[in-house]
């Protein structure tokens, strides 16, 4: 449980120190040899005690990608603002192919769906991109809210998505007022990502690998 902690708490704290809130029910997974460790709702992020993390009773992070090991649940400003107004989007930039995918899906993940059909909607969304957004309701105006899911083989690489995905979606909403960014031929997008995930600095992996390992 030590070894958990010291690596969730270094991650929260990389997030809190974000110039911008990662909202309230902000929450990190970690897969790791002695169990499945995550940050119990409501922590604080700035200051993570012992108590705000919880072993949990799975065998592994229900994740369609057998590599994946970390997973981070956000509501970032501009990340919420895709889901109030239902707008997913592809990738127009590079950073956002190479470290997310393609595109980012919105899930309809409201209880009202079954378990089964929001299972084959993640499945899908997650297929080629580490990254979606994940509607939970709609208010009496029309407007969704839900959460970010990132993902990565490493908590590192989990919330180094969701800033770039954050990112993304702030361009995507500024290019709005010149006429829209283009996105990258999904086919281009595709390669990209999958060239970045074969050559990302091998020795900085391994290091981040050791931290879900102990």
């Known amino acids: 449980m030590s070894e958990a902690y010291e690596v969730l708490k270094k991650y929260a704290k990389m997030m809190a120190d ?3 809130p990662v909202g309230s029910t902000a929450k990190i997974v970690i897969q790791t040899s002695g169990g499945i460790f995550a940050t119990r ?11 705000d993390v919880q072993k949990l009773e799975m065998e592994r992070l229900p994740l369609p990608k057998a ?13 919420s603002r ?19 995918g393609p ?23 997650l297929k080629n991109s580490v990254g979606c957004f994940v509607l939970t309701g709609i208010d009496s105006k029309g407007n969704g809210h839900g959460y970010t899911l990132t993902m990565g083989r490493t908590p590192y ?13 702030e361009v995507m909403f500024m290019a709005e007022k010149l006429g829209g960014a283009k996105p990258l031929p ?8 999958a060239v970045y995930k074969k050559k990302y600095s091998k020795a900085e992996e391994e290091i981040k690998a050791q931290e879900v390992e102990q």
């Open 18 to 20: 974000l110039d911008y």
């Open 41 to 51: 709702d409501g922590a604080d992020f700035s200051q993570l005690a012992h108590e």
């Open 157 to 169: 690489e989990a919330v180094v998505a969701m800033t770039v995905l954050e990112k993304s979606a």
């Open 82 to 100: 895709c889901l109030r107004e239902a707008k997913p989007f592809r990738a127009s930039l590079d950073d956002m192919a190479q470290i997310i």
């Open 186 to 193: 999904r086919s281009e997008a595709i390669m990209m990502r």
């Open 103 to 125: 595109e980012v899906y919105i899930v309809d993940g409201r209880s009202k769906n079954k378990d089964k059909a929001i299972g084959k909607s993640f499945k899908k969304a």
């Open 67 to 79: 590599d994946m090991r970390a997973m981070v649940y956000s509501s970032t400003p501009y990340c």
